[in-house]
């Protein structure tokens, strides 16, 4: 029996506390199913390409379950399978089209915050002498910083849905998925960019533990030595458990905010039916 997710009214938009509120009892009532798919899908990041392909679609086969218990027409995971595995390319196209964009979109940030950080340094330190340098490189550094984050933020907050139009849509490809994303995102960009910044200080405890600690070990120990690869091994297998844990997440919050998006934006039907009359327990 499908849950009521909390979503408050079909006219309003969730709040960011709601998006993140309604992802994680998603990811709670089905942790079984989408712990295992994700399991999967980070095995398969080992064969290169077609693997990657995999990892790809089998994220946004996440999303799209999560959509359809949004909506109350719950899916099997054969059915969405099905629906899903014949875009598997397209997902993965999905995939590189984002990478690639967001790490140009980076070096871009990083030069322009670069020259504007230099300027800044240079201005201090003509101005108030040697103690304005080490005043103006601060600034240098944190004006960098805030330029770079906030630019990457920003456009990720237009691209954070990008692949779950090509999971839940009929005739559309990746690139119009893509595309589809940056339109529906357009006018919640702030919010999107706080929903974001929420959900990664929820799962921060889980990547602190399984993900960043275990490599500071490596940080102490000889490169190349028995000892370190062991450490090493050991890092990246509990990263890669973390990952198991924290993706399933991310692509029920995508499907939230999709969900969110197109039915203020667009209606189509997508309103939640009535819950039923006993909750999921």
């Not at 590189?96 to 322009?112: C, K």
């Not at 770079?148 to 559309?172: H, K, M, Q």
């Not at 919640?188 to 706080?194: A, K, M």
């Not at 929903?195 to 490169?223: C, D, G, K, M, W």
Request: glycine share 8%; net charge positive.
């Amino acid at each position: 029996m499908s849950e009521n997710f909390g979503y408050p009214s079909p006219t309003q938009p969730l709040s960011i506390g709601n998006v993140v509120s309604a992802a994680v009892r998603l990811y709670r009532s089905h942790l079984k199913t989408y712990f295992k798919l994700a399991l999967f899908a980070y095995l398969w990041v080992f064969v290169p390409v077609y693997g990657w392909a995999k990892y790809a679609a089998i994220s946004g086969l996440i999303s799209r379950l999560a959509f359809k218990e949004l909506i109350y027409q719950p899916e099997s995971v054969s059915n969405a399978r099905s629906q899903v595995n014949p875009r598997l390319w397209s997902f993965l196209r999905v995939s590189f089209q984002v990478g690639i964009s967001m790490f140009l979109i980076y070096i871009g940030l990083a030069i322009v915050g670069g020259i504007l950080a230099g300027l800044l340094g240079a201005a201090l330190g003509a101005i108030l002498g040697s103690s304005g340098i080490i005043i103006g490189t601060t600034l240098a550094v944190i004006l960098m910083v805030v330029i770079v984050l906030l630019g990457l933020t920003w456009f990720y907050a237009r691209w954070v849905v990008a692949e779950v139009p090509l999971a839940v849509e009929d005739n559309i490809n990746g690139a119009e998925s893509v595309d589809r994303s940056w339109d529906l995102t357009k006018a919640s960009v702030f919010r999107i960019q706080g929903v974001v910044l929420v959900a990664f200080f929820v799962t921060l405890p889980i990547l602190l533990f399984l993900n960043y600690v275990p490599s500071l070990f490596t940080l102490r120990l000889e490169p190349g030595s028995t000892i370190y690869w062991i450490v090493y091994t050991i890092s990246i297998i509990t990263s890669m458990i973390g990952g198991v844990f924290v993706m399933p997440f991310w692509q029920a919050l995508k499907a939230v905010l999709y969900f969110d998006l197109r039915s203020r934006r667009e209606g189509l039907g997508l309103q939640l039916r009535q819950p039923p009359s006993q909750d999921f327990r």
